[in-house]
């Protein structure tokens, strides 16, 4: 296969697009990020499962059992325990007493979160960007290139999740895609994340790419 490596004007737009989105998502309640990551952990449970375990088979030289454990059940499990530890991070609050009243607010860090994922684990490149994205910060992800296919097939199943939640909270247009890649209420991962290509962890510039397809 091959993929199109980027250039330092694709690593701008990406924090562009990052710092753009930044407010809104942060903004969204807490359950509705979340519902975008149980969606997709549950596709990629039972409608794409084979297709993921498939390319890291493919991109990451894994056997079947050896695929399964990782861009299956790994990645699912990292989607759904963090949700939950997101729950529970939100819902700790300090003692109050008759007097004082303590409360927590959790907050997203300022700016965006740079995930750059190893070559050989689909499930880290599940866990690394989603872990920071579902507590309302934006992130922009870089795979290794030689992780680079898999990580497409979790960038199709990002959007398809968003799409699906989506239709909840603006039905009119969920599907026009055109009108949805300009919805920054609920950006899609493709916003949030659009820096996904080929970058040679020996450049001190740390240049990435945005994927543009693989074959």
Known sequence: GSFHVGEAKHVSKAINAALKA???WANMSWENRANIFLKTADLLATK?????NGATMLGQSKNAFQAEIDSA??????LRFNVHFMREILSFQPISSK???NRTEQRPL???VFALTPFNFTAIAANLPTSAAMMGNTVVWKPANTQIYSAS??????IEATMVCLKTLKPELAEDKEKFEDIIEVPTMMKILEVAGGL???DPNLL?????GTN
Do not use: P, Q, W
């Not at 097939?153 to 990002?158: A, G, P, Y």
């Not at 990435?208 to 543009?212: H, N, P, W």
């Open 110 to 112: 300022e700016g965006f």
């Open 200 to 202: 040679k962890l020996n």
């Open 73 to 78: 059940c790994e990645a699912i499990d990292f």
């Open 153 to 158: 097939v979790l960038m199709e199943i990002f």
């Open 99 to 101: 007097t004082v009243y």
């Open 22 to 24: 930044k407010d809104k």
């Open 48 to 52: 794409y499962r084979y297709h993921m």
């Open 208 to 212: 990435g790419a945005s994927l543009v």
